[in-house]
């Protein structure tokens, strides 16, 4: 069974600049969860989607957003970008009960100069 | 919200010690997962144990649900064990992870 993908691995912007990220859960988890990890804030969630539905959201601007397609696809895009938005963004899907056990892909490295 | 714990914040040992991480958390929840982030980034799953005993060959991990802790041990530690761990806790209505800040082990040859 294949695990989570995500695109691109890596990027590298500029301030102002906007950005999407793309996440493929692992088949037949219709829920899927975005964490942002820096070195201060540390693992942070974002927002979690169900049947194309946000479910859950952090606590970020609202220059962070996100949306799921019908085949549980999910991308999030982040609009002009600031320096602060460097980090580790990382994946993860489940099985829809909010309990269930959540499975990561292997992130995108954004890096904002 | 939760607070979520982790001890130590880094520990350094020789390679076929044993170790234990340790997971305080403040409020009851319905799930919690050991990981060991590797070197690209990679959360990789250790452990689903909102409560009681897991093994998994050389680590094992427990969850005192009513106490409020769980604790992951690795023993015969390899250099391959390297890495930073982290614990995640999901709270009753709240369907995301609230993670700790991780132990970063790191194991000499």
């Known amino acids: 069974k294949a695990g989570v993908t995500q695109t691109p691995r890596y990027l590298i912007k500029t301030r102002g600049q906007q950005v999407t990220l793309s996440c493929s859960p692992i088949?037949?988890?219709?829920?899927v969860s975005w964490y942002q990890q820096t070195p201060g804030q540390g693992l942070q969630f974002l927002f979690e989607y169900f049947s194309e539905t946000q479910r859950n959201k952090g606590n970020f601007p609202g220059r962070f957003s996100g949306r799921q397609f019908s085949n549980s696809r999910s991308e999030m895009n982040v609009s002009t970008l600031e320096l602060g938005d460097s980090a580790l963004y990382l994946c993860a899907s489940s099985l829809p009960g909010e309990w269930d056990e959540q499975f990561f892909g292997p992130g995108t490295r954004l890096t904002v100069l | 919200g939760i607070q979520v714990e982790q001890s130590p914040p880094d520990l350094i040992l020789q390679e076929g010690a044993n170790s234990t991480l340790r997971c305080n958390f403040s409020d009851s929840v319905n799930n919690l997962q050991w990981f060991h982030q590797n070197p690209w980034g990679q959360l990789i799953n250790l452990f689903y144990?909102?409560?009681g005993t897991k093994q998994n060959g050389r680590l094992s991990a427990t969850t005192v649900a009513t106490e409020r802790y769980s604790l992951l041990y690795i023993s015969s530690s390899q250099t391959t064990d390297s890495g930073v761990y982290f614990c995640a806790v999901v709270i009753q209505g709240a369907q995301k992870l609230v993670f700790g800040q991780g132990t970063r082990l790191t194991i000499n040859p």
């Open positions: 088949s037949g988890h219709r829920s």
């Open positions: 144990i909102p409560s």
